[in-house]
């Protein structure tokens, strides 16, 4: 068994470069593992946000360069901060950690990947395609899943299978008619994207197909978010939009698998509802910065 968590460096610049590499990793939930088994004793009430302050939004953009040996110590001896550190990543890291996550995975793993997954998007989900929809989800790991969302050469692929194959139910969320298209300033734009996503929860996913289904047709209004040109906005803005999305498309692909893998289906239900309330503020919040 290789104890990677016990041959840390001891240099603070060595050991951020060790940690950006295990988070974007495959092993991370065996460093997890074994950093828990020596630390027991969890302080289940520190956050990431309470560890990392003011220093967060250098580290989505920049990774763990500014964090302090204390800090290092802080994340290390709480290890289960570590796999929510990494989920944060996912959603929220900037250029750096999307080269960094693509760089831990391999190239045909990930054609692979892109393969399997453009077949599932080129339709809606049935109620009687479902479970064999899902045989082809569940042969594929949530690391690898995530790994493609930063590809962008197989997201341009995906787009093309699918615009080739029958449409996405429209009519609401990104795909209705109009929300793209709509010549109004940056601001406005983006608060209307987040008030489209918004129309997730006004439709009920009170059975498994129904929340199955409306997830598809939320991560296909991610395509089309993600090929669309965004007049709206710069060129800095748009960048930013398109690499949210295809994270929040990734989340989505994680729980359609999960929901297939016999998720309890109130989990999944408020899962899915944290993702979107996560997606629309993050909207909202770039609206601002850019009024």
């Not at 190239?107 to 453009?118: A, G, R, V, W, Y």
């Amino acid at each position: 068994m290789n104890l990677a968590a016990f041959d840390l460096p001891e240099q603070t610049h060595e050991l951020s470069d060790w940690l950006a590499t295990q988070i974007t990793g495959p092993n991370l939930s065996s460093i997890v593992a074994q950093l828990s088994a020596v630390h027991s004793d969890h302080d289940y009430d520190l956050t990431i946000e309470a560890i990392c302050g003011e220093q967060w939004n250098s580290i989505i953009q920049n990774g763990f360069s500014e964090l302090t040996q204390a800090q290092f110590q802080q994340l290390l001896t709480h290890p289960y901060l570590l796999m929510e550190l990494q989920e944060r990543l996912l959603l929220e890291g900037e250029e750096y950690w999307q080269k960094q996550f693509l760089n831990q995975n391999d190239d045909s793993e990930i054609q692979q990947t892109k393969l399997i997954i453009q077949g599932a998007l080129q339709k809606p989900i049935l109620d009687s395609e479902a479970t064999q929809q899902a045989e082809d989800f569940k042969k594929v790991p949530y690391r690898k899943i995530f790994a493609l969302g930063f590809v962008s050469a197989a997201l341009i692929f995906v787009a093309v299978f699918i615009n080739q194959g029958p449409e996405a139910a429209p009519g609401w969320g990104w795909n209705r008619p109009g929300v793209l298209t709509a010549d109004i300033p940056a601001d406005q734009y983006l608060n209307g994207l987040a008030d489209s996503a918004n129309e997730w929860f006004k439709k009920p996913t009170d059975t498994k197909a129904a929340l199955l289904t409306r997830l598809t047709q939320f991560r296909n209004g991610c395509e089309t978010l993600i090929n669309a040109p965004h007049p709206q906005l710069a060129n800095v803005d748009r960048t930013w939009l398109i690499n949210r999305c295809r994270a929040w498309a990734d989340k989505l692909d994680n729980q359609i698998v999960a929901l297939e893998k016999g998720a309890d289906l109130k989990t999944a239900d408020a899962n899915a509802d944290a993702l979107i309330h996560k997606l629309v503020k993050a909207l909202q919040t770039r609206a601002k910065q850019v009024a």
